[in-house]
């Protein structure tokens, strides 16, 4: 029913800024929560941004706070991540994430999360 497709990653330095995109298409996803996850090579998918449907609230993982900002423009069904001040332990897979329920929460568990990109790879070199 949905579609989500990320774009954006790349290799960058340390210090360096990206901006991740999410296209959604299928149905329109204005009125849900959506959320950025990552994950590393060994390691968990783990939460990384979230956003209700009206962009009024967001929340972050305490390790990007300050540095990551997401976004969102319902008029184009979009949702973004801006990275700045990037580390070598940013790098990783990431996805963009749709919660098919409509409330004004932003669940941190991947299973709480019904639609998924295919992940965009960001590499942070030092």
């Known amino acids: 029913q949905v579609q989500l497709v990320e774009s954006g990653g790349a290799l960058v330095q340390v210090g360096d800024s990206l901006k991740l995109s999410c296209a959604a298409s299928?149905?329109?996803?204005?009125?849900?929560?959506m959320a950025w996850f990552r994950q590393a090579p060994g390691k968990e998918r783990e939460f990384v941004a979230g956003?209700?449907?009206?962009?009024?609230?967001?929340d972050y993982v305490d390790a990007v706070k300050g540095r990551f900002t997401i976004a969102r423009v319902n008029a184009n069904d979009m949702l973004y991540l801006q990275m700045d001040s990037l580390k070598p332990e940013d790098t990783a897979v990431y996805y963009c994430?749709?919660?098919?329920?409509?409330?004004?929460?932003?669940?941190?568990?991947?299973?709480?999360?019904?639609?998924w990109g295919q992940g965009t790879q960001v590499t942070v070199s030092s």
């Open positions: 299928g149905r329109t996803v204005s009125t849900f929560t």
């Open positions: 994430a749709l919660r098919w329920i409509l409330m004004v929460a932003i669940p941190i568990q991947p299973d709480q999360y019904e639609y």
């Open positions: 956003i209700i449907w009206n962009g009024e609230r967001t």
